[in-house]
């Protein structure tokens, strides 16, 4: 079985540009996950997708974070102006939403923002 | 709101020496707590769970037991090895689905030969 995937695992960008990441979860999988991981933090919860509605954004920076998951399988995190303290370990999750408590994670992607 | 606090780290001991990370907790009701790893280039994974007071995880020689009145689920192994080298995760879920987990804030450790 396929893991979740993330592109690009590793992005570069100056402060003001935008950045776009990309997750495809697990195939089945209808709950999906954006974390953010800071240097030396954990996870924390950006948004959450139950097929293609957005099930929880309370933590998601709306004036520059946006997110979708048009067609309830893949999903794109966008950034646009990126700050500095974005800098951060995206991770993309997906869940088959049955009370097995696991998630499945992909690699990340690594946001550095100069 | 929930939270978790993890011991500060990190943790660095000789190849199978006994392993104990601590995880406290803040939440209202019965949360579900969870151990996850995350192994040098990989993602998070799973590593063990208890959903109720009083239940032990189990996995791969890693066991926490839910102590809801220390509020605690601590990690702990008997003896550990070179490739347990990794950061360790706790982090706990309101809902029994695992979802919307709130993490704590890692712990490194490293497994000497």
């Known amino acids: 079985e396929a893991g979740v995937a993330q592109s690009p695992r590793y992005k570069i960008i100056e402060k003001r540009q935008s950045v776009a990441f990309w997750c495809n979860p697990i195939?089945?999988?209808?709950?999906l996950y954006w974390y953010q991981q800071i240097l030396g933090q954990g996870p924390k919860l950006l948004i959450q997708?139950?097929?293609?509605?957005?099930?929880?954004d309370s933590q998601l920076p709306k004036d520059r974070f946006s997110a979708e998951r048009l067609k309830g399988v893949d999903s794109t995190l966008k950034i646009q102006p990126a700050k500095l303290e974005d800098s951060a370990v995206y991770l993309c999750?997906?869940?088959?939403?049955?009370?097995?408590?696991?998630?499945?994670f992909g690699e990340g992607s690594r946001l550095t923002v100069l | 709101g929930n939270s978790v606090t993890q011991m500060e780290g990190p943790v660095t001991l000789s190849e199978e020496a006994f392993l104990t990370i601590n995880c406290t907790y803040t939440a209202t009701g019965y949360p579900s707590l969870f151990w996850y790893v995350q192994y040098p280039g990989e993602g998070l994974q799973l590593l063990l769970k208890a959903t109720k007071a009083d239940d032990k995880g189990s996995n791969k020689g890693f066991e926490a037991t839910y102590r809801k009145e220390t509020t605690s689920f601590h990690l702990e192994k008997g003896s550990v090895q070179v490739s347990d080298s990794a950061v360790y995760f706790c982090a706990l879920s309101k809902e029994t689905s695992g979802s919307r987990l709130t993490f704590g804030e890692g712990t490194q450790l490293t497994v000497n030969p």
């Open positions: 999750a997906s869940h088959l939403y049955v009370n097995t408590g696991e998630l499945f």
């Open positions: 997708f139950q097929n293609n509605g957005v099930v929880d």
């Open positions: 195939s089945g999988h209808a709950t």
